[in-house]
T-cell receptor
Framework: SQQGEEDPQALSIQEGENATMNCSYKTSINNLQWYRQNSGRGLVHLILIRSNEREKHSGRLRVTLDTSKKSSSLLITASRAADTASYFCATDANYGQNFVFGPGTRLSVLP | DTAVSQTPKYLVTQMGNDKSIKCEQNLGHDTMYWYKQDSKKFLKIMFSYNNKELIINETVPNRFSPKSPDKAHLNLHINSLELGDSAVYFC????????????FGQGTRLTVV
């Protein structure tokens, strides 16, 4: 079964706007990761946040983690058309043996 | 150099056939995975191997048989292909399981007709 659930399922914004995607999960985790998937391509790792961290930045990306609410958010600031992709959150599972992915958020950034 | 490479990229085959997908990683990672992505983009773990040993087999029909000749390779063989097997299959690797970032191959789009 899916561990993470992203929200919204799809998001359409104008270039330059900020995009926020949320992820909720069900069980305790050691870490949460965000990945990007461009159409027809494999997933690319964006950022990993550990359960004892609350916020992490990487360039235009900001990830927050609230373990009390079992949720995380990914903020992309000053979005660009090249940010158009599907974004997935993933949590560790099976005692850290693998990742479980949410259904993803499809982001469209319009020029 | 491609970190995780899988071949072929596209595979179209008839029902009942047997096919294989190959995967290789040159990152020195201990753990490799096969994920299946369906038409709705859901990614589901199929198998996980650590140092050539099977760690996870997630309710996958036994028509699917992974093989890891060494820790840099994880191949997937599928017998008696069915229409429902049509999907994109991704190979991935990570340094040490689910607590480190994963690197994904480009995917193999399997179409069973």
């Amino acid at each position: 079964s899916q561990q993470g659930e992203e929200d919204p399922q799809a998001l359409s914004i104008q270039e330059g706007e900020n995009a926020t995607m949320n992820c909720s999960y069900k069980t305790s985790i050691n870490n949460l990761q965000w990945y990007r998937q461009n159409s027809g391509r494999g997933l690319v790792h964006l950022i990993l946040i550990r359960s004892n961290e609350r916020e992490k930045h990487s360039g235009r990306l900001r990830v927050t983690l609230d373990t009390s609410k079992k949720s995380s958010s990914l903020l992309i600031t000053a979005s660009r058309a090249a940010d158009t992709a599907s974004y997935f959150c993933a949590t560790d599972a099976n005692y850290g043996q693998n990742f479980v992915f949410g259904p993803g958020t499809r982001l469209s950034v319009l020029p | 150099d491609t970190a995780v490479s899988q071949t072929p990229k596209y595979l179209v085959t008839q029902m009942g056939n047997d096919k294989s997908i190959k995967c290789e990683q040159n990152l020195g990672h201990d753990t490799m995975y096969w994920y299946k992505q369906d038409s709705k983009k859901f990614l589901k773990i199929m198998f996980s191997y650590n140092n050539k040993e099977l760690i996870i087999n997630e309710t996958v029909p036994n028509r699917f048989s992974p093989k890891s000749p060494d820790k840099a390779h994880l191949n997937l063989h599928i017998n008696s292909l069915e229409l429902g097997d049509s999907a994109v299959y991704f190979c991935a690797s990570s340094l040490t399981g689910g607590n480190t970032e994963a690197f994904f191959g480009q995917g193999t789009r399997l179409t069973v007709v």
